[in-house]
């Protein structure tokens, strides 16, 4: 089983580009769903989370939360370090779960700044020119005071692009395709 790792800007098509991966039938392990399930489902954590961030119930509302962290961004690592070995404990179970692949994908935010990184065989750089950046992170609404806070934490994209194995260039969805087809072809040729 080899594991692709998808990185990229905050809004760059990383999900989008993963789920291209899943329609030809390769696990894909969506860290940020996974997060989204841990926040509802996990009431030890939430129990956990509320005490340190002083929420006022025991489920985690994530605007405040985001609040928060972009008031002190130290925050984040706070927060990470209780919600990472979670995820962490998800990602071993998605992994034995799919051993009998050959691929799966890892869209995991911040995977080359955390340990995650270390499960990732083959890194997969979305590039996407800045004009469709700014209109993908408008059209999901991601808050712009969130982002920077966030690219404090985050390897600079140069350094993303020199790391990976590929580049997928995300100008369109049709050729976006194609490229994810032929890295998939490259991928599997090598490992015979």
């Known amino acids: 089983m080899i594991a692709i790792g998808i990185v990229g800007e905050i ?12 329609n ?5 392990f969506y860290a940020d769903k996974v997060v989204h399930d841990i926040y509802k489902k996990n009431k030890f954590i939430n129990k956990k989370l509320s005490k340190i961030f002083k929420l006022s119930s025991k489920r985690v509302d994530l605007k ?16 990470n370090k209780i919600i990472h070995p979670e995820v ?4 071993l179970h998605f992994i034995r779960k799919n051993k009998k692949k050959k ?20 890194l997969v750089f979305i590039e996407i020119s800045n004009r469709r950046l700014i209109k993908f992170r408008n059209k999901r609404k991601i808050d712009i005071k969130l982002i920077n806070v966030l690219k404090k934490f985050q390897i600079d994209k140069e350094t993303k692009k020199n790391l990976s194995d590929f580049i997928i260039s995300n100008t369109s969805s049709k050729l976006l395709k194609n490229q994810v ?11 015979q």
């Open 64 to 79: 405040y939360l985001t609040n928060l962290i972009i008031k002190d961004p130290y925050r984040l690592s706070k927060l």
């Open 11 to 22: 809004g760059s098509g990383k999900t989008y580009v993963s789920k291209v991966f899943e």
């Open 88 to 91: 962490k404990k998800k990602l």
């Open 103 to 122: 691929l799966i994908v890892l869209d995991i935010p911040l995977l080359l700044e955390t340990d995650f990184k270390y499960f990732a065989d083959i």
């Open 24 to 28: 030809y039938g390769y696990g894909v």
């Open 181 to 191: 087809k032929t890295i998939i072809n490259k991928i599997l040729l090598n490992d």
